[in-house]
T-cell receptor, first 118, second 112 residues
Framework: DAMVIQNPRYQVTQFGKPVTLSCSQT?????MYWYQQKSSQAPKLLFHYYDKDFNNEADTPDNFQSRRPNTSFCFLDIRSPGLGDAAMYLC?????????????????FGPGTRLTVT | RKEVEQDPGPFNVPEGATVAFNCTYSNSASQSFFWYRQDCRKEPKLLMS???SGNEDGRFTAQLNRASQYISLLIRDSKLSDSATYLCVVNLGRGGSYIPTFGRGTSLIVHP
């Protein structure tokens, strides 16, 4: 089945120790998103890609970086995790729906990576 | 006004009840609307896309009111398994493009 896969599902890191979360997809979607979700809050968009075109949200801290080496894979790097970065990190994909014209298609989410910072 | 706003609830209803949620949005130019369901500690999953004419899928009905800038989700004959958080998503303008923006979700608890 086509799907979105995230690894690892659970990640424990120490304060200040860099960590990388990965996402892969077999849907061949050209749009990929990274969200941060804390308890009882809405998923918060960190950045997204249209193909290799990277779009950073204005309020995403510099501590968060991303790479998309090809259509299938996308990585989230947290350079110096703080206690406030503990959250669920969700990767999602969608077809390109001519976003410049206000049209987007539904998103497919991976199961998420739950990050704990000690 | 928040860009996408939902009543967080919780809505606590008995099995068999009908329950409705609303979601208001700030950008009148938005053209794509969705309802997602999220179970505790799981990822959001698409429940329904929302079309201008309204759409129905079994016990679920979604409607769009452009004039008042809200979408609604109606659940009929609630089941215990409907207990979850329901997230609305609206595409909002960002610097010439549009991105999906989530509401904080409405919690539904269906009890026996």
């Amino acid at each position: 089945d086509a799907m979105v896969i995230q690894n690892p599902r659970y990640q424990v890191t120490q304060f200040g120790k860099p960590v990388t979360l990965s996402c892969s997809q077999t849907l061949n979607h050209n749009v990929m998103y990274w969200y941060q979700q804390k308890s009882s809050q809405a998923p918060k968009l960190l950045f997204h890609y249209y193909d290799k075109d990277f779009n950073n949200e204005a309020d995403t801290p510099d501590n968060f970086q991303s790479r998309r080496p090809n259509t299938s894979f996308c990585f989230l790097d947290i350079r110096s995790p703080g206690l406030g970065d503990a959250a669920m990190y969700l990767c999602a994909t969608s077809r390109d729906g001519a976003a410049g014209q206000g049209i987007i298609y539904e998103q497919y989410f991976g199961p998420g990576t739950r990050l704990t910072v000690t | 006004r928040k860009e996408v706003e939902q009543d967080p609830g919780p809505f606590n209803v008995p099995e068999g009840a009908t329950v409705a949620f609303n979601c208001t949005y700030s950008n009148s130019a938005s053209q794509s609307f969705f309802w997602y369901r999220q179970d505790c500690r799981k990822e959001p999953k698409l429940l329904m896309s929302v079309y201008s004419s309204g759409n129905e899928d079994g016990r679920f009905t979604a409607q769009l009111n452009r004039a008042s800038q809200y979408i609604s989700l109606l659940i009929r004959d609630s089941k215990l398994s409907d207990s979850a958080t329901y997230l609305c998503v609206v595409n909002l303008g960002r610097g010439g493009s549009y991105i999906p923006t989530f509401g904080r979700g409405t919690s539904l608890i269906v009890h026996p």
